[in-house]
């Protein structure tokens, strides 16, 4: 094996589904036609948000981070699953695992605390709707969602670069589909003891805590909901809050799975399920889900369409 001065290999062989290789040609083709999918429905919703008058308000702008994040999170590690599926070479440069392992978990750490202030803002919105222009102007919302992205980056930076320092003793077989920290942990060898504890403390700040205060706000916003005396004010409140709901579940179920135990107690196929789930189903279904349960938006999509072809 090929090493850079002797600490790691030039490249990861990333095993996947090498025990089932009849799995490969489906899971091919499922992402050939999810990708483009959720690439096509997040801009679409970028597109809605940034042009339609009625939905430039906090809660729009914090969806378009959050599609822009799903665009971001899907594209660091769909086409390499792809290039890997699609062909009998099955690596990834060691250079290229770094990128892969950094953006990932950018976007899953900010994703995480975006997700925390979206309720928030349903909160302030439902809960206390006449200090809500005042609480969420546009310089607080600004600052919200840049100590987001710092705070996503920050995870990132000193949890990628720590697991990095461990030494893999030769090994250059990842049992995965892509780089992700808990694989590489289980991976390397010698004492990584306090490598799990540091992530595991650190996933429950990120993943726990928010999740805490999201449930937090939706109770606070239930019990505003259930008061209301507007059959129609509490149907279009339930209406925008269970979207994000669903969002906040399938983001957070998996992730809670995988991130809050031990890297060495990880069953071997689960970190790959994982992966296949956040680089399609998340991102494919966001924009459907909000969407499908949102009437601004879907007028919004609608006019938008009706806008191209009339030009045309």
């Not at 070479?89 to 995480?112: A, R």
């Not at 459907?288 to 009339?310: E, P, W």
Request: charged content about 15%.
């Amino acid at each position: 094996m090929a090493l850079i001065n002797e600490s790691h290999p030039e490249e990861f062989i990333l095993l996947g589904f090498a025990d089932r290789p009849w799995l490969e040609l489906p899971i091919f083709i499922v992402l050939l036609i999810t990708y483009p999918v959720a690439m096509m429905g997040n801009i679409a919703i970028i597109l809605v948000s940034k042009l339609d008058p009625r939905l430039h308000s906090p809660m729009y702008f914090f969806l378009t981070n959050l599609s822009f994040l799903d665009m971001c999170y899907t594209t660091s590690i769909v086409p390499q699953m792809l290039f890997n599926l699609g062909s009998s070479k099955k690596t990834i440069s060691y250079m290229g695992c770094v990128v892969q392992l950094y953006f990932f978990h950018i976007m899953g750490g900010t994703e995480c605390l975006l997700l925390a202030i979206m309720s928030f803002d349903r909160y302030v919105a439902i809960c206390r709707p006449l200090h809500y222009t005042l609480i969420m102007n546009q310089h607080i919302c600004i600052l919200l969602v840049s100590t987001v992205w710092l705070g996503g980056i920050t995870y990132a930076v000193s949890e990628a670069t720590v697991t990095l320092r461990l030494p893999l003793c030769g090994v250059n077989k990842l049992d995965h589909l892509v780089c992700e920290i808990p694989v590489l942990i289980k991976t390397a060898c010698g004492e990584k003891e306090v490598n799990e504890l540091t992530l595991s403390i650190v996933c429950i700040f990120l993943l726990a805590i928010p999740l805490c205060l999201i449930l937090a706000s939706y109770a606070s916003i239930g019990c505003a909901v259930l008061k209301m005396k507007s059959s129609e004010g509490r149907k279009k409140a339930f209406g925008t809050c269970s979207s994000h709901l669903i969002v906040v579940f399938l983001f957070y179920g998996p992730a809670i799975s995988m991130y809050l135990q031990p890297p060495s107690s990880i069953t071997r196929d689960q970190p790959k399920f994982m992966a296949l789930f956040y680089g399609v189903v998340t991102p494919t279904a966001n924009p459907f889900i909000y969407t499908l349960r949102n009437k601004d938006v879907k007028g919004a999509l609608g006019n938008l369409v009706r806008s191209i072809f009339s030009s045309k």
